[in-house]
């Protein structure tokens, strides 16, 4: 991604964060630098950042600009030729891939334990795909006909 597309895109999330509804105008985010931080740049030399007129920039704007939209610096930089935001690490095909991807997930879930949980189960089943689809199901039914399942379930753990 060029440095212009990261500046739209930090403008854009920027925008609602604050409730806008819209991203934030290069003259609003320039306002809003100077009453925020004190400092700031102009409204040209922003445009020609975004527009790509300009491919560098003073170490003292981007951690301005770092500041404002709360990232890194080093986020504010063309991204080399060829980079990707994802890994392309080949992951097994069929119930192993979702089984993967899930255990995965569960992992970065660590500070809900309880969806942690129910993904780590699922990651351990033989066709994790077959619960997702009833969970779908599940997911499209009225409240008293769920209560109905959730009755049915109770009666059948009972048997056993």
């Known amino acids: 991604m060029r440095l212009?597309?990261?500046?739209?895109?930090?403008?854009?999330?920027?925008?609602s964060h604050r409730g806008l509804?819209?991203?934030?105008?290069?003259?609003?985010?320039?306002?809003?630098?100077?009453?925020e931080l004190g400092e700031g740049i102009s409204h040209p030399y922003l445009c020609q950042l975004?527009?790509?007129s300009r491919v560098h920039m003073t170490s003292r704007t981007r951690e301005l600009l770092a500041r404002f939209f709360k990232v890194l610096p080093g986020?504010?930089?063309d991204d080399p030729e060829g980079f990707e935001e994802t890994p392309r690490t080949e992951l097994p095909a069929g119930p192993e891939r979702l089984r993967s991807r899930?255990?995965?997930?569960?992992?970065?879930?660590?500070?809900?334990?309880?969806?942690?949980?129910?993904?780590?189960?699922l990651s351990r089943v033989d066709n994790p795909g077959r619960y997702v689809e009833l969970l779908d199901r599940l997911l499209?039914?009225?409240?008293?006909?769920l209560d109905r399942v959730a009755e049915s379930i109770g009666q059948?753990?009972?048997v056993t």
Request: glycine content about 12%; cysteine-free; hydrophobic content about 40%.
């Open 102 to 121: 899930l255990a995965a997930q569960a992992e970065e879930l660590r500070d809900e334990p309880f969806l942690a949980h129910v993904m780590f189960k």
């Open 50 to 52: 975004e527009g790509g």
């Open 21 to 35: 509804g819209r991203p934030m105008t290069k003259a609003e985010v320039v306002r809003a630098m100077g009453a």
């Open 156 to 158: 059948q753990e009972g």
């Open 140 to 145: 499209e039914m009225s409240p008293s006909a």
């Open 75 to 77: 986020y504010l930089v």
């Open 4 to 15: 212009g597309e990261k500046l739209q895109h930090l403008r854009f999330v920027e925008g």
